[in-house]
């Protein structure tokens, strides 16, 4: 079965900190992978995605993301956190879908608190 | 700003009610997407539109019925919900087929409209 797994409900870390939210996946195939953020009653908002070629990904806010694919991993990364950046982070996989769509699979979430 | 835009942001209705959720995007995009978000859970998809006709519908009750009206609006009409009907609704577009290679594109979301049911 294809599917995403976000291993930690919350990651607590402090500010000027690096951080790091996990994600790894299970599909059959190459892997479209993508981060998404979700600040509170907002949409989700698109930071970066990994299609193919280099394995570190640069995307928005100053955060990375690093494929790894014997560890079939692709944990988001940023090098100095900001309290700004506390808010609900998504893994997904987008799959291919009947029609010729696109379908995102999506982790549980991680909750990120990021501690002044 | 989001580039995709949904009305109301907040609708509180009883179980008897007919309302509407209203989307629209100007991005060009040809595929258009409803998904229902409970709290801290990640979105679940209900209905994709593509090149405004229904392409999918992730086994949806009725009581939600969806309408495209052309390609840059995106509706949910909304009768005799139930209580457990309550969550975020998201709308979210993309590239469609015919657009490029879809699965390697992002869809863009809206702020979505909270759904209460009294």
């Known amino acids: 079965a294809q599917s995403v797994a976000q291993p930690e409900d919350q990651v607590n870390v402090a500010e000027g900190n690096p951080l790091t939210v996990k994600c790894t996946y299970s599909?059959?195939?190459?892997?479209?992978l993508f981060w998404y953020v979700q600040y509170p009653n907002r949409g989700l908002q698109f930071l970066l995605k990994y299609i193919t070629g280099d394995n570190l990904v640069k995307g928005s806010y100053g955060f990375e993301a690093e494929f790894n694919k014997s560890q079939t991993s692709f944990h988001l990364k940023k090098p100095s956190a900001l309290v700004s950046d506390s808010a609900l982070y998504f893994c997904a996989v987008s799959l291919p879908f009947s029609g010729g769509y696109n379908k995102l699979i999506f982790g549980a979430g991680t909750r990120l608190a990021v501690h002044p | 700003d989001t580039e995709v835009t949904q009305t109301p942001k907040h609708l509180v209705m009883g179980m008897t009610n007919k309302k509407s959720l209203k989307c629209e995007q100007h991005m060009g995009h040809r595929a258009m997407y409803w998904y229902k978000q409970k709290a801290k859970k990640p979105p679940e998809l209900m209905f994709v539109y593509s090149y405004e006709k229904l392409s999918i519908n992730e086994s949806v009750p009725s009581r939600f019925s969806p309408e495209c009206p052309n390609s840059s609006l995106l509706n949910l009409h909304l009768h005799a919900l139930q209580p457990e009907d309550s969550a975020l609704y998201l709308c979210?577009?993309?590239?469609?087929?015919?657009?490029?290679?879809?699965?390697?594109?992002?869809?863009?979301f809206g702020d979505g409209t909270r759904l209460s049911i009294l």
């Open positions: 979210a577009s993309s590239h469609g087929p015919g657009q490029g290679s879809s699965i390697n594109q992002p869809q863009h």
């Open positions: 599909v059959s195939g190459n892997p479209y």
